[in-house]
């Protein structure tokens, strides 16, 4: 079915050239107190050619009532399965115009608009057969604003899939050759952050290093301040990155922040359980990180262990048989090497409150029980590594729009 939605102002005739124009199959008329009246004389008239329903606009210079009948008036069409929608704003007050564009734009909705040069020179109207319909380009169309739309509400989300998914809709679109760069640069930003969400750091650079500064430049020179913040907060975190990828491997406190900004993207999507494993493994590379860091070696690789390592601690920390037995290990280790007040010392002296924090972790789905974790379970272990030492604490968020 082809509808017709026409706002009904006081003047017939351009609404019946509207109707000629388009012979539509269904009409809905939105009209106000003073305009009804013209809607129930083109129903009596021409009404037997189309299906038809009226929606009054009670306070017509009401942006917003005009705005919420448009969307009953779409509504109602889609309820005629209507395979083609076209919206008529001639007539009626200009809230009622306005509210119908508003509701109705980015939404596969045609748009039309009867006019003409011949005009009255007191009222400017249309005068009588000299009407013409001219179909008008619904612009969001034109510049993706739809698809823009759903690519941030994406991007917020963290569904970086799907934000990929409505950029490459965009890519599919007549641009600009600078809309195109851009367009194609934020696309290899999103398949950056797919990959650095996967941990996959190198890949993440070489998706980003390039890209993000072309993006950005794009940016800036629109004069798109939204863009402009946002792409300039993830171009702060790429020396993080860098530093990771830098490492080779190594445990690093930078990795660590990594891990632990990767726990806090999981519990934004009220995902505690995975969260919570992330934090698990952090408190591991903690140890890890701050033996590195202090005595030069890794802690999991035998070929690097210096000499005056303790043998009896070998099988303690490649073999542990949990968590407090690494602390245990590590404190030892520390002790062998004279060295005082290190985090991980300050961990192990802090074992009985880990363990009453990590409970909820070992009663998960993801380790050895059946209950799910809770927002409070994950925010609780986490203050406390933020509370103990500042390198526990996760990297910036990525920003959002």
């Known amino acids: 079915m082809r509808v017709l939605i026409l706002t009904v102002g006081t003047t017939r005739a351009p609404l019946e050239e509207a109707l000629a124009h388009h012979a539509p199959e269904g009409v809905i008329f ?4 003073d305009s009804h009246p013209v809607a129930a004389e083109l129903v009596r008239d021409y009404g037997g050619s189309f299906r038809h329903h009226t929606l009054l606009v009670e306070d017509a210079e009401s942006l917003l009532e005009a705005y919420q009948v448009a969307l009953k008036a779409l509504a109602k069409a889609l309820e005629w399965e209507a395979t083609a929608i076209l919206a008529d704003l001639t007539g009626g007050t200009k809230p009622m115009a306005a509210g119908l ?3 109705l734009t980015g939404r596969g909705v045609v748009f039309s608009y009867v006019g003409g040069e011949k005009r009255d020179r007191e009222t400017g109207r249309v005068l009588p057969g000299a009407e013409r319909v001219r179909l008008l380009e619904d612009p969001t169309a034109r510049l993706g604003l ?3 739309a759903g ?6 989300a963290l569904n970086l899939g799907m934000a990929l998914t409505e950029l490459e809709a965009l890519l599919q679109r007549p641009l600009s050759p600078s809309e195109t760069r851009f367009y194609s640069a934020l696309r290899e930003v999103v398949l950056g952050l ?12 070489g998706h980003l290093s390039p890209s993000l500064p072309v993006a950005l430049a794009v940016a800036e020179a629109w004069g798109h301040g939204a863009k402009v913040r946002v792409l300039k907060g993830l171009e702060s975190l790429l020396p993080h990155l860098r530093a990771i990828v830098e490492a080779e491997g190594r445990p690093t406190f930078p990795l660590l922040q990594d891990l632990l900004a990767n726990a806090e ?3 934004a999507l009220g995902r505690y359980d995975d969260a919570l494993a992330r934090l698990y493994r952090a408190l591991e590379l903690a140890v890890e990180a701050d033996v590195h860091e202090r005595l030069g070696f890794l802690l999991k690789d035998p070929r690097t262990w210096p000499e005056g390592f303790p043998p009896s601690l070998r099988d303690r920390i490649l073999r542990p048989r949990g968590l407090m037995e690494l602390l245990e290990a590590g404190f030892e280790l520390d002790l062998a090497f004279g060295q005082q007040g290190t985090l991980t010392q300050r ?6 409150r880990l363990q009453a924090l990590l409970n909820r972790r070992h009663e998960s789905i993801l380790a050895h029980g059946t209950k799910p974790v809770g927002e409070e379970d ?3 272990l986490l203050e406390f590594l933020s509370s103990l030492d500042p390198r526990l604490t996760p990297l910036p968020p990525w920003p959002r729009f």
């Open 30 to 33: 939105l009209a106000s107190q």
């Open 101 to 103: 564009v508003l509701a």
């Open 146 to 148: 739809r698809e823009w």
């Open 151 to 156: 690519f941030t509400r994406a991007w917020n």
């Open 194 to 205: 797919m990959e650095w969400d996967r941990f996959r750091h190198a890949q993440a650079w």
């Open 265 to 267: 993207r999981r519990a």
């Open 347 to 352: 961990l192990f002296g802090e074992k009985n």
């Open 378 to 380: 994950y925010r609780r």
